[in-house]
């Protein structure tokens, strides 16, 4: 540090006269920014890669317009003519030019996907109808429904208006299993469409199984591991990582070598007498499967944070235990397993996370009862309905948030460990 | 052997200094990919010097998409199926494709009188007919296979699991053929209510046998692995097991449902003339009947058919093995476009909650 000198007014100054204050937050500020200029990278690499995406989502998940956008005149009809009007002339005339400018721009097809995902069957309403266009003419209510029948439908024109709007919350409604009514109130989707809320369900109900089956199988052996000597345990340490190396559809397929009926546990319990050829067991292809497959793959993720929890605790903690009259089990549940609920915390919370997003497993092996409701996001990504894909998405999202909330609430955070 | 073909294309790409042009083709994998090395890829680039680099999609048609919005296309041409070219060319995502560019026949007659009727579309260029088909296993049936659709739904003098495609689409059809509805009715009773109602009960009686595949490289496997004793499946892929790899499989063509697959180019492709040459050249008359030589799917044109020979075992002919062969098209569906475009995705909400439902 440079000489200071007291002047008279009692401001500490460096040698050149500068009060210490300043001349030290000048040369903090520039550690400082040397300091942000490292973390920039990372920050930016997490912006463009995570915040921007998730908030692309997320606003692609109330957001389309494919209809609005392309159908200026109907979408300014709606929006000065109140809910309950009847579509008279001046909104089939509008609908007709936006129809034909449909016709000039190629946009037909897009106007009409929108429509369809609320009302099914529309979409070669508006194609077929954008073809023929041009030789729509006054007066357009007749000349359109000479054309089909279909656009005095009142659900069609109440779809119409919910698409008028870019922002919408119907793709929130879907994925809820719910649906607009053709007076614009809000119902349940008929029994045979429902399928999102069940899906969801099974989602956390398995992933929640497979957290438990995870601990139940790795704490045993993370605990192996933390007491045998290191070069024991470094041996068996890599037992461990070695599947978790291995790709996950390598993996994924061992598995369905091994357990499906034709497979190498079954042909073994038939050889051994347990099983006869007719009653071999359905293992794979169901829920069953993709138990199984998933609480292997994920089985890492609650070892390795167990470990390293276990690897420092004392042995003499135990041993002081026992010398001062504890059964062993009585050692165990108030001295040792206590010290383990951080690496347990942060285990079942990685391994629930992970569960809850899967997709490639169950679609493998998880058959027709073993989906989860990732394999519908995939579905409807694949299938360009990318706003739906995303509305579920975002409610899986939130879920995990408010779980991740409720564990915070109860365990604590800051109880956590990770390594 | 298809990482063999890439790695040689590319290398053959490295090799020709001169030929400093590429283009990239999306295809699906396979034995299918082979195909269109063999027929396509390598022919064009001995005639023009554009090297082809093949990549692999589970569904070529979902990146498209995707690059096309992120502004970002790295694909020049890409083989998708008829349904999903519609759907991605109204959406305006991929280039117009002019007619007047394909090749005529060797004949003279004029390249769209020579496709089948909807091979070509302002945006698409059929390449082969592929069908979906009731495959079994045949030492599984000592006492007499399947002969027909309806049997695949019999469970009691055909007891076994089957496999089926983890989807709405070719299921609903099929069931309602096997049900009983004429193949030119099916789509007319599947449009109401009733129709799907009755597709879904009759595919209700074997549900609990059915085990669902997702990718076409899977029902080989599961006969293979005696995982199924019968399946539905691609054509294609259990031609190439039975006369490829010698597995005891076969095919019943009763109740077929066929669809056209082909080239689109995404817009915005990085080297549009390129891909448009390509395109006009293996749509030919000759690479047509060549790709059929190697995976038996059908050649969307009419010219292309007395030209198909024998397949690369040298003894096996095709013709009885191909979609298109009038013998097989006796009791066949033409998979109807519009109808799914608009029903999609409807019936596949009502597939997945039937699906999920135990």
């Known amino acids: 540090m440079a000489d200071t000198t007291l002047t008279r007014t009692g401001v500490l100054s460096t040698a050149d006269g500068r009060p210490l ?9 520039r550690a400082k920014w040397r300091a942000f200029l490292l973390v920039a990278p990372l920050l930016l690499f997490v912006l463009v890669t995570f915040v921007a995406p ?31 009007t009847e579509p008279g002339e001046a909104a089939f005339a509008a609908l007709a030019d936006d129809l ?6 190629r946009t037909a097809g897009e106007i009409g996907t929108r429509i369809n995902y609320d009302l099914s069957g529309t979409r070669s309403l508006f194609t077929a109808t954008a073809r023929s266009a041009d030789k729509l003419a006054p007066p357009y209510r007749e000349a359109l429904l000479a054309e089909n029948r279909q656009w ?9 208006r919910g698409a008028s709007g870019a922002l919408t919350p119907n793709f929130y409604l879907s994925a809820l299993d719910l649906q607009r009514s053709p007076d614009g109130g809000i119902e349940r989707a008929p029994p045979e469409n429902r399928v999102y809320l069940m899906l969801f369900e099974r989602t956390f109900l398995l992933s929640g199984i497979i957290m438990v089956m995870t601990l139940v199988l790795g704490y045993p052996v993370a605990h192996l591991l933390a007491v045998l000597p290191l070069r024991t345990s470094n041996l068996l340490m890599i037992l461990v990582l070695l599947p978790f190396w291995t790709s996950l559809l390598v993996r994924t397929t061992s598995w369905i070598v091994l357990l499906q009926s034709q497979g190498v546990v079954n042909n073994v319990l038939v050889a051994s007498g347990v099983l006869t050829e007719e009653t071999r067991l359905q293992m794979i292809y169901n829920q069953a499967g993709t138990i199984i497959a998933m609480t292997h793959i994920l089985l890492p993720f609650m070892i390795l944070p167990l470990y390293s929890v276990m690897r420092p605790i004392p042995p003499s903690y135990v041993r002081a235990a026992r010398s001062l009259g504890a059964s062993s089990w009585c050692a165990f549940r108030r001295i040792y397993f206590p010290q383990t609920i951080p690496g347990i915390a942060a285990g079942a919370l990685l391994v ?68 | 052997m298809k990482r063999l073909l890439i790695l040689s294309t590319a290398l053959a790409g490295l090799a020709l200094p001169a030929a400093a042009q590429q283009i990239t083709v999306l295809g699906w994998g396979g034995a299918y990919t082979v195909s269109q090395v063999e027929a396509y890829h390598k022919p064009f680039t001995a005639k023009t010097g554009i090297a082809v680099i093949s990549a692999d999609s589970d569904n070529p048609a979902t990146p498209i998409k995707a690059q096309v919005e992120a502004k970002n296309v790295s694909v020049d041409v890409a083989s998708v199926e008829y349904a999903d070219a519609v759907r991605l060319c109204d959406e305006g995502l991929l280039e117009l494709i002019d007619p007047a560019i394909l090749t005529p026949a060797p004949d003279g007659t004029a390249a769209l009188d020579d496709f089948l009727p909807g091979a070509v579309t302002e945006c698409f260029v059929a390449t082969d007919v592929y069908s979906t088909v009731l495959a079994y296993d045949t030492t599984k049936f000592p006492n007499g296979a399947p002969t027909k659709l309806a049997d695949f739904f019999d469970l009691e003098k055909f007891p076994g699991k089957r496999g089926m495609r983890k989807g709405a689409k070719v299921n609903l059809e099929m069931a309602l053929m096997a049900d009983g509805v004429p193949a030119a009715e099916v789509y007319s009773v599947l449009a109401t209510p009733e129709g799907v109602d009755r597709a879904f009960a009759k595919l209700g009686t074997i549900k609990s046998q059915i085990i669902w595949w997702e990718a076409g490289a899977q029902p080989p496997q599961l006969l293979a692995d005696g995982e199924v004793t019968m399946s539905i499946a691609y054509n294609g892929r259990i031609f190439n097991a039975a006369v490829g790899d010698g597995k005891p499989f076969d095919i019943v063509w009763d109740g077929q449902v066929y669809e056209l697959e082909g080239w689109v180019i995404p817009k915005g492709a990085p080297n549009l003339q390129a891909a448009l040459d390509f395109v006009a050249f293996s749509t030919g008359t000759e690479p047509l009947a060549k790709a059929a030589e190697w995976i038996s799917y059908g050649p969307p044109r009419v010219s292309s058919g007395p030209l198909v020979g024998k397949f690369k075992d040298g003894t096996t002919d095709m013709a009885p093995h191909l979609p298109t062969t009038a013998a097989n098209l006796t009791n066949a569906l033409s998979s109807d476009l519009e109808f799914w475009v608009d029903r999609d995705g409807e019936l596949n909400e009502r597939f997945n909650a039937w699906l999920a439902a135990n």
Do not use: C
Not at chain 1, 61 to 76: E, I, K, Q, T, Y
Not at chain 1, 392 to 406: C, E, K, M, Q, R
């Open chain 1, 21 to 29: 204050k300043s001349a030290l937050a000048r040369a903090q500020s």
């Open chain 1, 152 to 160: 005095g439908d009142p659900r069609l024109w109440e779809a119409m």
């Open chain 1, 54 to 84: 998730i908030g692309q989502m997320l606003f692609r998940s109330v957001h389309h317009d494919g209809f609005s956008r392309n159908m200026p005149h109907l979408s300014a009809w709606f929006a000065a003519n109140p809910r309950g």
């Open chain 1, 352 to 419: 629930f996370i992970l569960a809850v997003g899967y997709y490639i497993t169950p679609a493998l092996v998880g058959g027709a009862s073993g989906q989860l409701i990732s394999n519908l996001i995939a579905f409807h990504m694949s299938k360009s309905n990318w706003s739906l894909a995303a509305a579920i998405a975002a409610i899986l999202l939130a879920a995990v948030l408010v779980l991740y909330w409720l564990y915070d609430r109860l365990i604590g955070i800051d109880n956590m460990k990770l390594g």
């Open chain 1, 100 to 105: 034909k400018a449909a016709r000039q721009n």
